[in-house]
């Protein structure tokens, strides 16, 4: 029974954690249909702006969940404006030109920190469940996932800026003329999308360190959830979430961790087969 | 001279400056010149693999470096197991072949568009990467080879002639092999390419509805490519094993895959030539960055310019937002666009003098 409970936190944690670092990436590519190669340096960035911010004495709290996103979400508006704008409606190019990006940002870092791995301890201790210990600092990732969604949600159902949002990923031509300037709301966007890429490398740095190629273990994952997903942004990060989550927790359990990110990688090359349209092309049609 | 005479008159440039590299390069220059000439050559076979697959089947593969990992690692497994290397060679060419085969398979037939594609061949080379790293434990091995893990497989027996043990190949005749192989790749693909099969594919990529309904199976000649490119990239593979008789998982990862496509974008896409000159320039420059490595390495600077990924970084950015055609069809552009110019200058030359 405690098995199971801890077994349920595990598959539960997995979710999260892939939802976490999905959803920055699925709402630059839903609304945007940008391919952004640099999310997973995004998300290193965050864990180094977490880990700067916490060796110059500002609590970890403030350091993981205020400062590194509002430092990627920065850097993320300079790279839209830099880069990216100039790129919109040629998919494989802005793949190319992100990819240079990731490379440049690893090059950057590694002359910067150094290419060796940088910790900080994980706050919040452990928790007894039955026979069995595990860390608290899982079921904090787990309710920072749960708010980070729950906020997109309702962001995007209730006010201004998400209705705005929503009409010009519907159609930007009639949003313009409408009054609204899809340019800046294509700024908003990247920036919101890397400010939460860097939220979820703060938040997962104290489990994982950070280095410099961090992103690499990252990257593919999340493109598998979003493009397992398919379209709809919250309901198919959730639910590629929910399904390669329990599939590589479940085979983590079985095997090795190594094993559990295989067998993730290629339920989701079949998964594609399967539905090319990701998860929502078929079912949650009319979800967010 | 029309296009069919600089056609042929770029063939002929082509054979008759490889041969003169080939025969000339080892009695003029020092064996390390020779050798790192020689990598330089067989990186070439894997720009021209995705080349192929890329600049004119329209696919974009961002794994290319998978189908190179797995040619290297087949040859060195069956190499151990096999002790003659007939058989290996084969089989570094056949297994990735047919890996992309089957991974084409997938993707082509379930019709995914151009950027997943570009996104599971990324996949797949991770979980190549991820998992070969993961086997560094002796419980992991295939026969009598052990795998190695991050550590790679070092000692890997050279290539010998066909079914004669004895004679192996010895660094001079590894130079010959991989440049005579890049001559012979090239050669290969422009008859590909010449042939209906090549220009089906290229109809593809230009429009991929019309030539179905010109009814020509687009899944069915991306495949085929697709396969093509992973056996060319298998056989480059095959040659890196053999060059530093070591493999080891950093050939599958990511860096690599990187390097392929930034070696064709510079070159240019659709051209053959480009990527080669791009593989050769740019390998060039890598090891032009690596070698003024500062030791102690404390000025940002210095460290900034011996950073290979950054400067890497820079100009796939740079190439991809201004020069996105790539050096040689840039080139081709301006050489056209002023022999033009000349050619209306001087007919406009000659019609004031009617006038008068």
């Not at chain 1, 709290?61 to 996103?69: D, E, G, N």
């Not at chain 2, 001559?183 to 590909?192: A, D, E, N, P, V």
């Not at chain 2, 690599?256 to 990527?275: D, F, K």
């Amino acid at each position: 029974m405690d098995l199971i409970a801890l077994l349920a936190i595990q598959v539960l944690y997995a979710v999260a954690s892939l939802a976490l670092i999905s959803v920055g990436l699925a709402i630059i590519f839903g609304m945007m249909r940008v391919i952004n190669l640099a999310h997973g340096e995004f998300l290193m960035l965050g864990g180094y702006a977490a880990i700067v911010a916490t060796s110059h004495g500002i609590s970890i709290w403030i350091a993981m969940l205020v400062v590194a996103p509002i430092v990627v979400g920065l850097i993320g508006i300079v790279v839209e404006r830099a880069i990216i704008r100039f790129l919109y409606g040629r998919m494989i190019d802005t793949m190319l030109a992100t990819w240079g990006l990731s490379l440049f940002l690893v090059g950057l870092t590694t002359a910067i920190f150094g290419n060796t791995t940088v910790g900080i301890s994980a706050p919040l201790g452990s928790i007894q469940i039955g026979a069995y210990r595990t860390s608290a600092y899982t079921l904090f990732v787990i309710a920072i996932a749960a708010i980070v969604l729950g906020g997109i949600f309702a962001v995007m159902r209730w006010t201004r800026l998400g209705l705005i949002a929503r009409g010009t990923m519907q159609n930007a031509n009639m949003a313009a003329a409408l009054g609204v300037n899809p340019p800046r709301v294509y700024a908003i966007t990247f920036g919101v999308g890397a400010a939460l890429s860097g939220l979820a490398g703060a938040v997962l740095a104290p489990v994982s360190g950070v280095f410099p190629t961090i992103g690499v273990a990252y990257v593919a994952k999340s493109f598998i959830t979003v493009i397992g997903g398919g379209a709809a942004i919250l309901s198919g990060t959730v639910s590629a979430s929910v399904l390669f989550g329990t599939i590589n927790q479940i085979a983590t359990f079985v095997t090795t961790p190594v094993f559990g990110e295989v067998a993730l990688l290629a339920a989701a090359i079949v998964l594609i087969r399967l539905l090319p349209q990701g998860i929502t092309g078929r079912f949650f049609r009319r979800g967010l | 001279m029309n296009a069919r005479g600089f056609n042929v008159l770029g063939l002929v440039l082509v054979g008759v400056i490889g041969l003169a590299f080939m025969i000339l390069t080892p009695r003029l220059a020092e064996l390390d010149t020779v050798l790192d000439l020689t990598v330089y050559m067989i990186m070439a076979v894997l720009a021209l693999s995705l080349a192929l697959i890329w600049g004119y089947g329209g696919i974009l593969c961002f794994g290319q470096s998978a189908f190179f990992g797995l040619g290297a690692y087949t040859y060195a497994i069956a190499m151990f197991n096999i002790g003659e290397s007939t058989l290996p060679l084969l089989l570094a060419i056949i297994l990735p072949a047919a890996f992309a085969a089957l991974l084409g398979y997938f993707m082509f037939y379930g019709r995914i568009s151009d950027v997943y594609l570009g996104v599971i061949t990324l996949t797949v080379t991770l979980i190549l990467f991820n998992s070969v790293n993961s086997t560094a434990g002796p419980e992991f091995h295939i026969g009598a080879a052990r795998l190695g893990g991050f550590n790679g497989i070092p000692g890997i027996p050279p290539l010998n002639w066909p079914f004669d043990k004895a004679t192996t190949i010895d660094l001079e005749g590894m130079f010959y092999l991989a440049t005579g192989s890049l001559l012979l790749t090239y050669f290969g693909l422009r008859l590909l390419l010449a042939s209906q099969f090549g220009r089906i594919i290229v109809g593809i990529r230009e429009n991929e509805r019309r030539a179905e309904l010109l009814g020509y199976d687009p899944r069915a000649y991306k495949l085929a490519t697709f396969t093509i490119g992973g056996a060319l990239a298998g056989f480059a593979g095959c040659l890196f094993a053999n060059w530093g008789n070591f493999v080891s998982p950093t050939i599958f990862g990511l860096a690599q895959s990187a390097q392929i496509i930034i070696w064709v974008i510079v070159g240019g896409r659709g051209t053959l030539i480009g990527p080669v000159i791009g593989c050769i320039g740019i390998q060039w420059l890598s090891a032009a960055l690596g070698a003024n490595q500062p030791s102690s390495g404390s000025d940002l600077w210095s460290k900034i310019f011996a950073n290979a990924p950054l400067i890497l970084g820079v100009i796939l950015i740079a190439f991809v937002l201004l020069v996105p055609k790539g050096l040689v069809p840039m080139l081709a552009d301006l050489g056209q666009s002023l022999l033009r110019r000349r050619r209306e200058r001087a007919a406009r030359g000659f019609e004031p003098q009617q006038a008068e």
